[in-house]
């Protein structure tokens, strides 16, 4: 038996904690808060595939170069928190804490699919966590720190970011318009990876432990016009990832690389406002060669290593020239070319072992041309047209080639005369050639599933928004 006493001091201290619990509860009072989203979804057909499913039709190796409509769903959700610094009326200092929640689709899964045994080709990932404080007390100075994702100027019918893409973690300054950044991408990496290695295992203990070793990238940005209507970016990169060799299992060498670009912004002048030209080439070298499938992330060192396991005599060339011309009120056209020639560090263009064991290729060719024309019928009913022509030569093989054109009828409810007005509702229709060798080797994601055909099909419906 309890004694009574005993059971009214348990009584009273359950009492005492619950009222505690209440008191103590956080009462969120924050109104400084934004919200932005960006993403498409809908559903893809490819009738030509067995399942129906809708499969992009670009060449393998080039993500969206060749177009984007065909690209699969993705969702992402970026909550903000804007703080107010003390001296509120006096200081100018802009301090945001922002997320990005992203959700994206693989294997052709469909977002909107909850139950729990058709999710498993969907990706949660949260690629942005950082928080940036600009024009500090009304200086020209600013930093930040945490995960983010650091890149500009895209083409965006090709969802290619094409110069200066640090999506990563890390931290940076910058002042006016020069900005430094240090950047630690690490990942783990499997046998279907490519990339330098990243980890390990530490037997420093006596028993196998993964460990990371991580890349230090430094960045080095400056940006300055040569008139009101030309801007000029430099960047300027520094790679190293050290050597483990003393506890660990494997080893693994040091090395480094570098790389150095120079991007040209034009405004240009035409009957309707908002054209520009932007011109870029970049230069990489050692293990900062990448990227590849479309990235364009220097950090994915892309080939095979030499013998003693570095990226000596790697390259990457880049050239890039996306032009936008608002030409009335009735016309929009949007051109875009992408040129990169790639090599790994072994030496040889044909295949060659990766740290894996795996025969890789060490030399690559991609080329890229294309276009969206925007008819505006109407305010609010869009006629968007699209044509591309992409080529992939990978080592000795025979090139690949892909033709697409694209027709998509868009409602833009928001009934805004502009390349950029979101949201969309698109009907989309495409069809690609490809030539001999693309049609033998299988080489896109819709010819590995439709087999070896001539001709590519892709039909769908889609919605795109952004909100910032």
């Given amino acids: 038996m309890i004694p009574g006493s005993f059971y009214r001091l348990i009584i009273f201290i359950a009492v005492l904690l619950g009222s505690n619990a209440v008191n103590s509860q956080i009462v969120i009072t924050n109104k400084n808060f934004s919200f932005g989203t960006t993403g498409r979804i809908g559903f893809g057909y490819s009738p030509d595939i067995e399942g129906h499913t809708g499969r992009q039709l670009n060449l393998l190796g080039q993500g969206s170069l060749g177009g984007r409509m065909d690209q699969g769903d993705y969702v992402d959700l970026l909550p903000a928190f804007h703080f ?51 024009n500090i007390v009304g200086s020209p100075w600013s930093v930040w720190a945490g995960a983010r994702y650091m890149r500009y100027d895209d083409i965006h019918i090709a969802d290619y970011f094409y110069f200066d893409d640090h999506s990563s973690q890390g931290f940076g300054v910058k002042y006016k318009k020069t900005s430094f950044s240090m950047f630690f991408p690490a990942a783990i990496d499997t046998t279907s990876s490519n990339v330098t290695p990243y980890s390990y295992a530490n037997i420093i203990s006596g028993s196998k432990v993964l460990a990371y070793r991580q890349r230090e990238v430094m960045v080095a940005e400056h940006s300055f016009n040569i008139n009101k209507k030309h801007l000029i970016k430099l960047l300027a990169e520094y790679h190293y990832v050290s050597a483990v060799t003393k506890n660990a299992d494997p080893n693994y060498p040091s090395d480094y690389g570098f790389v150095g670009g120079i991007k040209l912004s034009s405004q240009l002048t035409t009957k309707k406002p908002g054209s520009f030209n932007q011109i870029s080439v970049r230069y990489g070298t050692g293990i900062a060669n990448g990227g590849d499938s479309g990235s364009t992330q220097t950090w994915r060192t892309f080939g095979a290593p030499d ?32 040129y990169t020639k790639s090599r790994g560090g072994a030496d040889t263009k044909g295949k060659a072992m990766n740290f894996y064991g795996r025969e890789i290729f060490n030399d690559k060719t991609d080329l890229a041309l294309g276009t969206r024309l925007i008819y505006y019928v109407t305010d609010w009913f869009h006629m968007v047209t699209e044509l591309h022509y992409t080529t992939r030569k990978d080592g000795y093989n025979p090139q690949a080639t892909m033709a697409k054109f694209a027709l998509a009828p868009t409602i833009v409810p928001t009934a805004e005369r502009s390349p950029w007005a979101r949201p969309h509702i698109r009907l989309i229709a495409e069809v690609a050639r490809y030539n001999d060798y693309a049609k033998s080797a299988m080489y896109s994601p819709f010819l590995e599933q439709a087999g070896h055909r001539r001709l590519g099909t892709y039909f769908g419906v889609r919605s795109e928004w952004w909100v910032f």
């Fill in 84 to 134: 107010t610094p003390v001296n509120a009326n006096k200081d100018s200092t802009a301090i945001d804490f922002q997320v990005r929640l992203a959700f994206y689709s693989s294997n052709g899964t469909f977002l909107g699919n909850v139950h729990s045994g058709s999710i498993n080709g969907m990706i949660v990932s949260l690629p942005e966590a950082f928080v940036e404080a600009r």
């Fill in 307 to 338: 013998g003693n396991g570095k990226y000596k005599g790697a390259f990457s060339f880049t050239a890039v020239e996306h032009l936008m011309l608002n030409l009335s009120d009735r016309v929009s056209l949007n051109p875009y070319a992408v």
